[in-house]
């Protein structure tokens, strides 16, 4: 299923292609535990720039065909660009399920635009981010379009490798950025920033050089690469990306496009924006799980994961797979667990049709085993479960959980390790 959290992963995973350094392994750890990030939209993207000296075309974003009409027509512009606002990219080649081929189409005339408008709003637009069905589009962007004499690719990321900040740019913009950097890597150019002394300006100048800028346009590039710095640090941003970061024939240096990611941890300080997320892209389900703190992940199989840790997440993945089985979704409670959480995550997994078994697979570290088994018993009774269910609880008070469970007199099937749980929840869904 398309996700904003799928496609926000997949754009971490983009920019983390650029690290040679980046194990396979990790790379699907960071997409479990991106799940929650906060994703936003173009033109809020944009909104943020702008109100931070970013230079940024001038935008409406309606969600009528008509507010479109009106919009290009407010504009009064030589040319009109209309954008689908979903989160993933690639809309520029993507297609509508209305049979509109792009999600980004340029036009003179405000009738157009208004036309073409009323085939993207309500339609899926499905690209090379997305999954097949694509994304339904409910927003779409009104800009004042702009000449582009050239496109390069910027972005600020927050690096491990580099133990912070990280600005990569090419001059190879507007195209695949992973394309460039597998066919030329010489082309991907990159400037480590100390946090402490922020981006120098031989850095701004150079990257700006780097990236093409010639004459007068290499200081307005530079100084466009710290505007984005500064917002990016205000912001608590993990990554901005600007992908055509443009040059126009009148000699302006114009952000095209804006994919913004957030550091959750920073909620507490950047609740205006954390306060611009709408979720609107999420499945219910996912916005479900978020309200308890949990994290959803959904998969195509028959078995539900109830687990603690997206290592842990993984590994029963894993032995799932090895095991004949196939997961249908995971749940992942996280570190800090109430009884309350654990009742909300049953509901959320058996409310899935797809689930005919639920297997259970908690280690104790932080988490008292003896409040999942009790969170277990209480889903069970009330929510009346239907599905077999097998749990492996390992750890702090394991004995208690298992005495808990043993004489609750619920179908419950024990496992004695991770093996064990996935043997007999593969058993119990293909016995039937
Ligand atoms: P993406 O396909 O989702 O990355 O969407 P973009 O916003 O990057 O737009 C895709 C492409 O449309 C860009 O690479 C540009 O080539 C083109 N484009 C976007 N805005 C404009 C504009 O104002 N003028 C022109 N001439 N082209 C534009
Ligand atoms: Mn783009």
């Not at 990159?190 to 200081?219: C, H, T, W, Y």
């Amino acid at each position: 299923m398309a996700s904003p959290a799928a496609a926000q992963a997949r754009t971490v995973l983009r920019v983390l292609a650029l690290r040679p350094r980046l194990l396979a392994a990790r790379s699907q750890a960071v997409q479990l535990t991106t799940r929650r990030w906060l994703n936003l939209q173009e033109y809020q993207s944009k909104k943020l720039m702008a109100d931070n000296g970013v230079k940024v075309q001038r935008f409406f974003v309606v969600d009528t065909a008509n507010e479109a009409l009106e919009a290009a027509k407010k504009l009064n512009a030589k040319e009109i660009v209309l954008k689908a606002q979903i989160l993933a990219g690639g809309r520029g080649k993507g297609i509508f399920s209305s049979g509109l081929k792009g999600g980004v189409h340029l036009s003179k005339d405000p009738n157009v635009v208004g036309q073409l408008a009323k085939q993207m709003i309500g339609y899926n637009l499905a690209t090379k981010q997305t999954s097949k069905e694509g994304v339904k589009v409910n927003k779409v962007m009104v800009a004042e379009a702009l000449d582009i004499s050239r496109e390069t690719y910027f972005a600020i990321l927050m690096d491990r490798s580099c133990n912070g900040p990280v600005l990569v740019g090419s001059p190879q913009g507007g195209v695949d950025i992973e394309e460039v950097a597998a066919s030329n890597p010489e082309l991907i150019f990159k400037e480590k920033i100390d946090i402490i002394d922020g981006v120098k300006d031989s850095q701004a100048q150079r990257m700006a050089e780097n990236l093409g800028f010639l004459g007068p346009l290499k200081n307005q590039a530079a100084d466009q690469i710290k505007k984005l710095y500064n917002l990016f640090l205000k912001i608590d941003a993990t990554q901005v990306e600007v992908n055509p970061f443009g040059e126009t024939p009148e000699g302006q240096v114009v952000c095209f496009d804006a994919k913004i990611n957030f550091d959750d941890n920073a909620e507490f300080r950047q609740k205006d924006i954390f306060a611009m997320d709408d979720g609107s892209e999420n499945e219910p389900i996912e916005n479900e799980a978020a309200r308890y703190d949990l994290k959803y992940i959904g998969l195509d199989g028959n078995i539900a994961c109830f687990v603690n840790g997206a290592g842990l997440a993984m590994a029963t993945c894993d032995i799932i797979f090895l095991n004949g089985g196939k997961p249908a979704n995971f749940l992942d409670l996280g570190g800090g667990v109430k009884e309350v959480q654990v009742y909300e995550a049953f509901k959320l997994l058996t409310a899935d049709p797809k689930v005919e078994a639920i297997l259970v697979n908690i280690f104790g570290g932080i988490v008292n085993c003896a409040i999942i088994a009790n969170g277990i018993t209480k889903a069970c009774r009330e929510l009346k479960l239907k599905v077999p269910l097998v749990v492996r609880l390992e750890g702090t008070n394991v004995h208690e959980a298992q005495s808990i469970l043993s004489n609750s007199g619920l179908p419950i099937t024990s496992a004695v390790d991770l093996e064990d749980a996935a043997k007999k929840a593969v058993a119990s869904v293909t016995k039937k």
